[in-house]
């Protein structure tokens, strides 16, 4: 008979480990005295001899059995643990989203722009109303589906921009409740010769737009300037009336179809630049460094590398000491490198943006481009204002200024605003910039083993009487932004014009609980200090960083859960109290046959329908005046208003100074002078 465990467990404490047959006797101190009759008597037992005894193969199976009883009950005192740390934590209020809509085909990309929600999906994309839900236009003229989609205001019109499966993006006109096709920038007859788009930026206010293409093996960024006023005028008043040939416009279930460039003769985008990734950095070919100055025309790109005095064989004994060192970790196969990507953003006039003075771009409308490509160290800023001259086809455009970093760049950002930038290299160093006031605000470094994985601004907040709220007026030098690292902790970094940056840790690294680690971060402009955290067991949290704590939680209904909890499809509107997530019910991408036909909902969650959001998103906002009366803004110390006033009056003397490029071409007179004289030597 087969015993249990805990029975096996007792009887193993209670056996001895010798017994005897007859009676025992204390034996004498000597050895010599101990009697020899008796030792066939003694006889030793193993603690497991009850169970040894039983014969193969039961004797094997009752062991199997007792590990497998011990194990099990060990993982149900886990769990049981486990279980009641759940019940003891403080579950958070979980809110239901306000409204479902039901879509008949698979949403890929969502975006918000004024009251309107795009989503894109199966042969094209849809509009829909931002308070009702209501559909309001339907475009799908596309065999394949669309992946992303971009919305960008110009004024009172929407410039609409999505991108297929092919790569192939297209730009669309909305205006007063009609949609235009202006035109595709990408797509061309010959399919050998189609590029893919990769990644795209629209500058706010539509200006100028970029669009990161590949094909053929090679990789650029081409950059156009939109002519946005001359689209006004020729949606509002026709050059060419509608075609005759043409029929009507033909709706679809009551929703018009969008009229075509056919219709309508659109000004094109103009193509600015092609910018490709910089060359590797070779031998020289001057023969002294008066030659490197006289090669350099100007001030600008200094710092990309590229004009150097540094000789072939230096590179090669520096190549030979490299290898020699880190031989055993170069030994073996390497995989190909993939195609260098680039981060771009479009930047507004500032004084940290210098730009040459031929072309000036007015208040609030972008003046040049910053990129930074794939392992490489530095920031170029390229200017968007450019002669004719500049416009040379044949020949890629030079930096107007480049930013060294010690360490390649993996991760920038720009605030909504357009008045600071983070730099966040590999070693997990983070450069904060005040473009508006044109200096850098510190350099800090996230916490040793954790690295950046993406960067978000949240608008600057103040605490006031437990309460955040956005100050009232112009706010210089603040800055607020969460960093996600890859082991999905994530960080506080707030920077002040007069005081150094300083970090703090919102989330932990999860250790027990892995399912809960964050995938993703979004700021909620519509609550001051709050970010919505998506975790990849699907749950949906609102954490507020200035306590910090989770404030509630948002779920599906019923059984519907996002489709990929660690990479959600959700948009945060920035100008309503509004953000929306998709979700599908289980098991529909199972009997489905073609992935795009899978119905699927966009649900809407209205923070202002909930009771503990309510009065945050309704009172968001306080004058000076009334922070003057507490503590909570740092302004007011005497000894940061005077630093602060200090700082700028330096920024007004720059102005008088003499400026960098005539330096350089002083510089550059001088070197071309001695370079004269040394030649007549």
Not at 125 to 143: C, D, H, M, Q, T
């Amino acid at each position: 008979m087969m015993s249990s465990s805990i029975g096996s467990r007792a009887q193993k404490m209670s056996l001895p480990m010798s017994t005897q047959k007859g009676l025992l006797e204390v034996p004498s101190p000597t050895e010599k005295d101990w009697s020899t009759d008796g030792e066939e008597d003694y006889v030793f037992k193993d603690p497991d001899w009850e169970l040894d005894s039983l014969p193969q193969p039961y004797r094997m199976i009752n062991k199997l059995l007792n590990l497998l009883i011990d194990r099990s009950w060990e993982v149900i005192e886990e769990r049981n643990a486990v279980r009641e740390a759940e019940l003891s934590r403080i579950q958070p209020t979980i809110y239901p989203p306000v409204l479902e809509s039901k879509l008949n085909k698979m949403a890929h990309c969502m975006a918000i722009c004024q009251d309107y929600v795009f989503i894109g999906g199966a042969k094209g994309f849809s509009i829909y109303n931002l308070y009702n839900a209501k559909r309001i236009y339907v475009w799908e003229k596309l065999k394949v589906d669309v992946t992303s989609i971009w919305a960008t205001e110009m004024g009172s019109e929407i410039l609409v921009a999505p991108v297929d499966e092919m790569g192939i993006v297209r730009l669309f006109y909305f205006h007063k409740d009609d949609l235009f096709l202006i035109r595709a920038i990408n797509e061309v007859d010959d399919t050998s010769k189609q590029t893919t788009c990769v990644k795209m930026e629209i500058s706010q206010g539509g200006d100028f737009a970029a669009f990161l293409l590949q094909g053929a093996g090679d990789i650029w960024l081409d950059v156009y300037k939109l002519p946005k006023e001359c689209w006004l005028r020729e949606v509002e008043h026709p050059q060419l009336a509608l075609n005759p040939k043409k029929k009507g416009r033909q709706p679809q279930l009551n929703i018009p179809d969008p009229m075509t460039s056919g219709d309508i003769k659109f000004s094109l985008p103009v193509h600015i630049m092609k910018i490709k990734p910089p060359k590797p950095v070779t031998g020289t070919t001057f023969k002294s460094p008066l030659e490197v100055f006289a090669k350099i025309a100007d001030c600008y790109g200094l710092g990309s590398g590229q004009n150097h005095f540094i000789k072939d064989s230096q590179w090669e004994q520096q190549a030979a000491i490299f290898n020699a060192t880190y031989k055993k970790y170069l030994d073996g196969e390497w995989e190909e490198e993939p195609l260098s990507s680039a981060t771009f953003h479009f930047l507004l006039p500032s004084c940290i943006t210098a730009m040459p003075t031929e072309g000036k771009s007015p208040a609030g409308v972008a003046c040049a481009l910053g990129i930074h490509w794939t392992g490489c160290h530095n920031f170029f800023l390229y200017s968007l204002n450019r002669t004719l001259k500049d416009k040379v086809v044949s020949s890629p455009p030079d930096p107007e200024g480049v930013w060294p970093c010690a360490a390649p760049i993996a991760v920038s950002q720009l605030s909504y605003s357009g008045s600071y930038l983070v730099l966040a290299c590999e070693d997990g160093v983070l450069t904060l910039w005040d473009l508006a006031e044109g200096f850098p605000v510190g350099v800090v470094a996230l916490p040793e083993g954790c690295f950046c994985q993406s960067i978000h601004f949240l608008k600057y907040f103040l605490v006031y009487k437990g309460q955040n709220v956005y100050p009232v007026g112009l706010v210089r030098s603040q800055m607020t932004c969460v960093v996600l690292c890859t082991d999905a902790s994530l960080h506080l970094v707030t920077a002040k014009g007069t005081q150094g940056p300083a970090i703090s840790v919102l989330v932990e690294r999860p250790v027990k609980h892995l399912d809960e680690a964050i995938c993703t971060v979004a700021p909620v402009p519509a609550l001051p200090g709050m970010v919505l955290t998506f975790s990849r067991n699907g749950s949906v949290q609102l954490l507020d960083v200035a306590k910090p704590q989770v404030v509630c939680a948002f779920a599906l209904p019923g059984v519907h859960r996002p489709a990929l909890p660690w990479e959600p499809l959700f948009v945060v509107s920035l100008h309503h109290p509004y953000f929306l997530l998709r979700g599908d019910p289980p098991g529909e991408k199972e009997f489905a046959d073609n992935a795009s036909d899978i119905q699927t909902s966009v649900f809407y969650f209205h923070f202002d329908a909930y009771p503990l959001l309510t009065n945050i998103s309704r009172d968001c906002t306080m004058s000076s005046a009334d922070l003057m009366d507490g503590v909570a803004v740092p302004q007011v110390l005497p000894l940061e208003k005077r630093c602060e006033d200090f700082l700028q009056k330096r920024f007004q003397k720059l102005g008088n100074k003499v400026n960098e490029q005539e330096h350089w071409t002083r510089l550059h007179r001088y070197s071309l002078l001695l370079q004269r004289e040394s030649a007549r030597k």
